[in-house]
């Protein structure tokens, strides 16, 4: 019985040993898979590969391993993003200070200093609370800075 046992864990493991191919020869390098049009995928995910290809035919790469974050001195030290181009996922955009709100020009919607999107509209500029309401824009929320 264990040799039985034994025999079927060495022959699984032969046959999951085959799950992940090897880039054919022909393959550009650092190719992760080849998409069903002809077409090599080089991305470390399979999610979202061969987009617009017809999907993936053969997966060459193992699972992905655990993202790591580098930050480069380079990015670290790049001007901040101009006041109109900010994004709610990117640092707020350079000015501002006490006394003064975000006016999203967009949306005529103002945001005060320590709210979320304080800075980080795609479109604004900073102004002062008074100068905002002047100019027809309204609170975040229906709620005036303090």
């Known amino acids: ?52 290809h017809k999907g993936v035919k053969e997966w060459y790469a193992e699972a992905p391993a655990a993202k790591t974050e580098t930050k480069s001195t380079a990015a670290k030290s790049a001007a901040p993003p101009a006041a109109t181009t900010a994004t709610a996922s990117s640092p707020p955009a350079a000015g501002g200070g006490p006394g003064q709100v975000w006016v999203n020009t967009k949306s005529k919607v103002y945001h005060c200093q320590g709210d979320k999107y304080y800075g980080k509209t795609k479109q604004g500029e900073y102004m002062t609370e008074a100068a905002a309401k002047a100019a027809g824009n309204h609170p975040d929320h229906g709620k005036a800075c303090s």
Do not use: R
Request: proline share 6%; with cysteine.
């Open 1 to 52: 019985m264990k040799m039985i046992n034994t025999s079927a864990l060495l022959l699984g493991l032969f046959v999951s040993a085959g799950c992940f191919a090897a880039a054919p020869p022909d393959a550009p390098a650092g190719a992760t898979g080849q998409c069903k049009d002809g077409t090599y995928y080089t991305g470390a995910e399979k999610k979202g590969a061969c987009k617009g």
